[in-house]
């Protein structure tokens, strides 16, 4: 099952400056390990070598933030969007 | 009516008003705490008092000394007003894109600007404030991401409110910034009634951090780490420009004119009052109207709206 997959302008580079991609999964982490395998670049900068999200990265299936549903473990299905966003600051 | 000796005093106490009229499910209220009624005009205002009168209890601010402070807005209105009530001088560092009215409040209360790279957001202003901190260290730098008075104010003064005017409270929802809101009112909310959600709603980081040079630019406040706000919050949500935009014309509808972070907010709760069979969820409204006139959120086509507010800190 295939799920689009919304790249920061920071990440582009690393998907041919793609700003949405393709990528397989029935979970996120399966998902953006089909995205590593497409895209070796973007290894290492959304999940850590430790299989981590990693820190200033925060991921929505939707509109919600996965950290908060099941992590990486958060289901997808193929009408879902993931998106990846850079963690900043307001106030 | 009651009297007041200094402006200051007028921070907190803000009005809870029932807007279910605007609540998708028949067995959801939704009640909105009108942070737009403090005196410099937003939420901030609370933690500005609590950061300023926590350093002078611990003698590190004295009358006629320098504050510095970054800001995308609020946090510096609400010091300039605390400052020119108590006597301090008070330079705050805004992005460059934030509205007009946010630059006239500062000047009208005497605060000097610094401008910050827009493309930087938030970070940049946070970069640039960290930097003249440590070159003038006689200056007092309240830092508001990290400073434990930030999420006092809400724990002390937002959240016994809410208690006190909705004890039937089921889910909190409000915006994510320093995440001080969240973090005081949740975890106020949650020691009297642990079954309470707290649900926090935030901006997506768009065409403001393309200053970024790499994810490892990134930014959480100490304050989130530091008081468990991950474990804290039960969810949180992205909200974009033109449905917070579509959001705050609603509010308009039943006579609330809000900021557009509130908006979101009402966006966030409306989500939840339709996923929930019953409940009260109340959320927070974290500034008026009136720093967002020029925006024409109300009345310009809002496609132009929300292309406008893309560039536009906000939150």
């Known amino acids: ?91 | 009516m009651a009297r007041y000796t200094s402006i200051v005093e007028l921070i907190g106490e803000t009005p809870l008003l029932d807007v279910s009229a605007l609540s998708p499910n028949p067995g959801v209220a939704l009640l909105v705490k009108l942070e737009g009624h403090n005196p410099g005009g937003s939420v901030k205002d609370r933690i500005a008092r609590s950061m300023v009168e926590a350093a002078e209890r611990d003698g590190v601010l004295a009358p006629g000394q320098v504050i510095i402070e970054s800001s995308s807005g609020n946090t510096g209105i609400g010091l300039a007003l605390v400052a020119r009530a108590k006597g301090y001088k008070l330079k705050v560092v805004l992005p460059e894109n934030v509205s007009i009215e946010r630059r006239q409040l500062l000047e009208i209360y005497g605060a000097e600007i610094i401008s910050s790279p827009g493309s930087e957001g938030s970070n940049g202003a946070v970069k640039v404030a960290q930097k003249l901190a440590a070159d003038h260290p006689e200056w007092w730098y309240p830092y508001q991401y990290a400073n434990a008075a930030n999420p006092d104010a809400h724990y002390t003064g937002t959240g016994p409110e809410i208690w006190r005017d909705c004890p039937e409270i089921t889910h909190f929802v409000a915006g994510l910034g320093t995440s001080g809101t969240l973090l005081g009112v949740g975890r106020y909310l949650k020691e009297q009634n642990p079954a309470v959600q707290v649900w926090a709603v935030e901006p997506p980081a768009g065409e403001m951090v393309d200053g970024l040079k790499s994810l490892d630019e990134g930014y959480i406040p100490p304050i989130f780490i530091d008081h468990g706000g991950a474990d804290l919050l039960d969810r949180k949500k992205v909200v974009g420009p033109r449905v917070s935009i579509e959001a705050v014309r609603r509010l308009a509808d039943v006579g609330v004119l809000c900021g557009i972070s509130t908006g979101a907010a009402l966006v966030g709760a409306l989500k939840c009052a339709a996923e929930i069979e019953s409940g009260v969820v109340v959320f927070l409204a974290a500034d008026g109207a009136w720093k967002y006139l020029s925006t024409g959120a109300w009345t310009d086509d809002l496609d132009e709206v929300t292309e406008r507010a893309r560039h536009t800190l906000y939150f």
Do not use: C, W
């Not at chain 1, 690393?14 to 949405?20: C, E, I, K, L, S």
């Not at chain 1, 900068?45 to 509109?63: A, M, Q, S």
């Not at chain 1, 998106?83 to 106030?91: C, F, M, N, Q, R």
């Open chain 1, 1 to 91: 099952m295939a799920v689009a997959v919304r790249l920061p302008t920071i990440l582009r580079p690393d998907a041919g400056g793609q700003a949405v991609v393709s990528a397989e999964g029935t979970t996120v982490g399966e998902v953006f390990a089909d995205l590593v395998r497409q895209y070796p670049a973007l290894s290492g900068k959304v999940v850590t070598t430790g299989g981590e999200l990693h820190k200033f990265v925060n991921v929505y299936v939707n509109d919600d933030d996965v950290r908060y549903l099941d992590k990486l473990e958060s289901k997808v299905i193929d009408t879902d969007e993931v998106s990846i966003l850079p963690a900043v600051a307001g106030g």
